[in-house]
């Protein structure tokens, strides 16, 4: 089993920056997946960016403003939003599988409890 935390969510303005932290424990860290995914009020829940052993790999709408990062010392991987815009208003999950990225979250075992992100314009 992997348990996952994250933290950093919060409300700012347009143009804003946050980072989210998704901090987990339970697993060999180094061979899972990790990823963010988001989901706004009324909408489907969306991929954001991920990060593996083989890389990292982003959502279109985020490339260029946001970075996912990962410390395996700390068994954490961030998330700095920069350019934060009212459109990524959501609540923010972070989700773990072991091996292989994948942009679908059914296809993810660990998830977050979420942390709600607000962008004010």
């Known amino acids: 089993q992997v348990q996952l935390v994250e933290s950093g969510g919060g409300l700012v303005q347009a143009g804003d920056s946050l980072r989210l932290s998704c901090a987990a424990s339970g697993g060999t860290f180094s061979r899972y997946t990790v990823t963010w995914f988001r989901q706004a009020t009324g909408m489907e829940r969306e991929f954001v960016a991920a990060?593996?052993?083989?890389?990292?790999n982003y959502a279109d709408f985020v490339k260029g403003r946001f970075t996912i990062s990962r410390d395996n010392a700390k068994n954490t991987v961030y998330l700095q939003m920069n350019d934060l815009k009212p459109e990524d208003t959501a609540v923010y999950y972070c989700a773990a599988r072991y091996g292989l990225p994948n942009t679908r979250s059914n296809e993810y075992d660990y998830w977050g409890q979420g942390t709600q992100v607000v962008v004010s314009s």
């Open positions: 990060i593996s052993w083989i890389g990292s």
